[in-house]
């Protein structure tokens, strides 16, 4: 974990996370607790990673498409009721929505969620592999509507004097107003690639969302780095490397 200042692991050992973080929220140990599995079904296949926007009542996740694309989705809970959630937005010069997209996290009240987004130009070819959710390559953070009505750019790894090839996994804070990703800075050469971490503030003016008070970590240059989001307290980043 890293603490930024003034308040503001590729799989880790899954259970030692868990633990930790249950550890820090302060939930009962499993020890106390009593659990009984009635039996597991599938919901669906070819479905990951997963959300839930509580205000919607309904399940977030992506997943690929006839045409080979990664999209965002939303679904009842018992799996019906499917609907493409970046299918028709947003619209980006010279590919439309033929682009790779895909959820990454929704706020705590359901109504927002972070998606990853391939650019509509870039070198290389449209669709490939290295910008799948979760890769990053060519890609931006988007600020998205659950029910997929609106959506907005967060970063742009073209503007002037930027160097990101890439994002993957940007990450809400309990509050909704902050989150944490992860940004490619050099390719991957028999590696998985140079990434540092980055915060930043969720500001609206007149309806639109921005980012303010953009902040930088590298513990360690050339490294690979995936966030998880925060610690309940929002005082640290999680974080593998």
């Not at 997929?148 to 790894?157: C, D, E, K, R, V």
């Not at 090839?165 to 140079?194: C, H, Q």
Request: proline share 6%; charged share 20%; hydrophobic share 40%.
């Amino acid at each position: 974990m890293l603490r930024p200042p003034a308040g503001a692991a590729r799989r880790l050992a899954g259970l030692a996370v868990a633990a930790v973080i249950g550890a820090m929220a302060g939930t009962t140990p499993a020890s106390a607790a009593t659990y009984a599995t009635t039996g597991v079904t599938v919901w669906k296949t070819n479905a990951a990673p997963m959300g839930w926007s509580a205000s919607l009542d309904r399940v977030l996740y992506n997943a690929r498409g006839t045409d080979g694309l990664w999209d965002a989705y939303s679904a009842a809970r018992d799996g019906s009721d499917e609907r493409c959630l970046t299918c028709a937005t947003p619209v980006l010069p010279g590919a439309g929505t033929g682009t790779h997209r895909g959820v990454q996290d929704v706020d705590p009240r359901g109504d927002l969620m972070l998606v990853q987004i391939e650019r509509g130009q870039h070198f290389g070819r449209i669709g490939a592999v290295e910008a799948e959710p979760g890769k990053g390559a060519y890609s931006d953070v988007w600020l998205q509507r659950t029910d997929g009505s609106q959506a907005w750019a967060l970063t742009n790894i073209y503007a002037p004097g930027s160097d990101a090839m890439g994002v993957i996994w940007p990450r809400f804070d309990r509050t909704g107003t902050k989150l944490v990703w992860a940004e490619l800075y050099a390719p991957a050469i028999f590696n998985l690639g140079s990434w540092r971490l980055k915060t930043a503030d969720i500001a609206w003016a007149d309806g639109t969302p921005r980012l303010e008070n953009i902040r930088s970590y590298q513990p360690e240059k050339g490294r690979f780095m995936e966030p998880y989001g925060f610690s309940p307290d929002n005082s640290r980043i999680i974080f593998a490397s």
